[in-house]
Nanobody
Framework: QLQACGGGLVQAGGSLRLSCAAS????????VGWFRQAPGKERDFVAA????????YYADSMKGRFTISRDTAKNTVDLQMDSLKAEDTAVYYC????????????????WGQGTQVTVSS
């Protein structure tokens, strides 16, 4: 089971930090990804991190503003979002999978409940 938290309302230009925690199984075996879905749109890949080794993957449009990282003390995968824009408004989901490819939502086996991020302009 995955739990995502940290969403909220922020003004454009602000920052939020999302956190994804796993329960029931160790997060260290997974590749953990963040996706987002705006109303009426498809679920888009944001970033992913392989716990073992720490390799990171980003959607091209997210590079530079979003940073994915792991907190080994808390066993979480975090998404730091800076310089937020109104178009970043979406429900953000964390997901986990085995394997090496990062960007396809259909390949992820485990999903959290989502956390709402709203950026006001």
């Amino acid at each position: 089971q995955l739990q995502a938290c940290g969403g909220g309302l922020v003004q454009a230009g602000g920052s939020l930090r999302l956190s994804c925690a796993a329960s029931g199984r160790t997060i260290s075996t997974f590749l953990v990804g963040w996706f987002r879905q705006a109303p009426g749109k498809e679920r888009d890949f944001v970033a992913a991190l392989r716990w073992n080794g720490g390799a990171t993957y980003y959607a091209d449009s997210m590079k530079g503003r979003f940073t994915i990282s792991r907190d080994t003390a808390k066993n979480t995968v975090d998404l730091q979002m800076d310089s937020l824009k109104a178009e970043d408004t979406a429900v953000y989901y964390c997901a986990a999978k085995y394997g090496s490819t990062a960007g396809k939502a259909s390949e992820y086996s485990y999903w959290g409940q989502g956390t709402q991020v709203t950026v006001s302009s």
